[in-house]
């Protein structure tokens, strides 16, 4: 075997994808490519992108960092420079004001790139604004006790930021990515509409937003502030198709190292299995790849993969630990209410849809004879829930639940199901 450079895993869950192996989305980057070019001619298009956690919001926000920053889609608004792009990650801003501090850290990020002259005006306009710094790590907002004014004060320093930046960027796109915990805060929907309606009023009408969100996190948005929506442009990101979640494994495979092949098996397992989630498909993917020994993914090695070795984390060991101790794992400790649910998932892809009643899930229960109190019990939980107006009906809560109880769920289950 020749082997040659250093083993390179080309499957990354905790990136966001690399343009060389992003997937899909064509629709959607269509459209936001037109929210671009409709905003750089002077009528803001504000893009909300929805979608479960794993499901690619990072990286299609990325792609449209780009986009935006590419000759051809900016040169479609006649306009013969592009905007200046931010890419603001709130994953760590709990406030408006740290929100604000953030944004403003971006656009002095950009002022940096620009030379001196812009940097020194973009100082100045920071020491007008009330408990702002700037230091080596970009701008903070102070805490204060009393309140802090930065929130008043920005839609006026954003306006004098695209103001000064006319000459070297056509218009300003902000892409708020990781707004989990903000959205938390009701202040923040009204916020972001009385941010929005100031600039339009004082007609900096060249200005984007592009806003990330879960599903949760929109909604706990829209209640704050029921017109919230209405603000932008919804987009879903949702499961891929299966042809291009093949796409996906076949150009992750091209870059990776050693170079390896995938045969029809592995890859339909991975259809099925990993139901259309990126984040599932680079989880597979990672621990398949690492387990393969002969550069040829099998069935066999899809398998390993999923359940792990002793020099393998298995792929739902990872994905349990990430994203379902809290609402699953934990509350769920008996072998029987596994059974029930993995019998669920079983239901919803055997009858392709997701609302279940209770005697499909019988029939796919090896040892359990009535699980209607196992399934009440879970509603109380919050494991699952019930339909609406259809009795003994009910339903996982998303895809990627679906997808890891299909998978077998946890180890213990696994052996419960004889996967
Ligand atoms: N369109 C895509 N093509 C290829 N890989 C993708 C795509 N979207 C997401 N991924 C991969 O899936 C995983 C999760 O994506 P991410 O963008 O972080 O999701 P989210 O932000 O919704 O949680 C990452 O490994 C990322 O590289
Ligand atoms: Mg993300």
């Not at 040659?4 to 629709?27: E, H, K, M, V």
């Not at 009204?190 to 600039?199: A, G, M, Q, Y």
């Not at 070795?309 to 990872?318: E, F, K, P, S, W």
């Not at 072998?335 to 029939?363: C, G, Q």
């Amino acid at each position: 075997m020749v082997t040659q450079g250093p083993r390179l895993n080309p499957f990354q869950p905790d990136a966001p994808a690399r343009a060389s192996i992003f997937s899909g989305r064509t629709p959607e980057l269509k459209s936001i490519e037109t929210a671009i070019v409709d905003t750089l001619r002077g009528h803001p298009s504000h893009v909300l992108i929805v979608g479960e956690r794993g499901m690619g919001k990072t990286s299609l926000a990325r792609y449209v960092e780009n986009l935006a920053q590419s000759p051809a889609v900016w040169g479609a608004a006649g306009v013969d420079v592009g905007p200046a792009v931010l890419f603001v990650s709130l994953g760590f801003s709990a406030t408006i004001p740290d929100a604000c501090a953030a944004i403003l850290s971006e656009a002095y990020r950009w002022a940096q790139q620009r030379g001196p002259s812009m940097v020194t005006w973009f100082q100045n306009e920071l020491s007008k604004l009330e408990g702002v710094s700037v230091g080596f790590f970009g701008v903070t907002a102070a805490v204060k006790a009393g309140g802090n004014t930065l929130p008043w004060a920005f839609p006026g320093a954003l306006e004098s930021f695209v103001q000064r930046s006319e000459k070297a960027a056509s218009g300003l796109v902000i892409i708020l990515d990781e707004t989990e915990s903000i959205a938390a805060d009701p202040q923040f929907a009204p916020f972001i509409k009385s941010l929005l309606e100031t600039l339009g009023q004082r007609r900096v009408n060249t200005v984007q937003l592009v806003v990330t969100a879960t599903p949760e996190g929109r909604d706990r948005m829209n209640s704050a502030h029921p017109s919230f929506s209405r603000l932008f442009r919804p987009l879903n990101v949702g499961r891929l198709a299966d042809s291009e979640v093949r796409v996906l494994v076949h150009k992750a495979l091209q870059e990776g190292w050693p170079k390896k092949t995938a045969d029809e098996a592995f890859l339909s397992s991975m259809c099925v299995f990993a139901s259309g989630i990126p984040g599932f498909v680079h989880e597979i993917g990672k621990a398949t790849f690492d387990v393969d020994t002969d550069n040829h993914l099998t069935e066999a090695d899809f398998t390993q993969g999923v359940i792990g070795t002793d020099q393998v984390v298995g792929a739902m060991d990872v994905l349990e630990q990430k994203h379902f101790m809290e609402r699953y794992s934990k509350k769920v400790l008996s072998n029987s209410y596994r059974e029930v649910l993995h019998a669920m998932a079983l239901a919803e892809r055997d009858l392709k849809r997701a609302e279940i009643p209770t005697e499909e899930i019988r029939k796919r229960c090896p040892t359990v004879t009535q699980p209607g109190p196992y399934l009440a019990n879970m509603v109380k939980r919050g494991v699952i829930s019930r339909v609406d107006g259809k009795r003994g009906t009910y339903q996982l809560p998303d895809r990627m639940f679906y997808a890891f109880l299909l998978l077998g769920g946890t180890r213990r289950s696994r052996k419960a199901a004889h996967l």
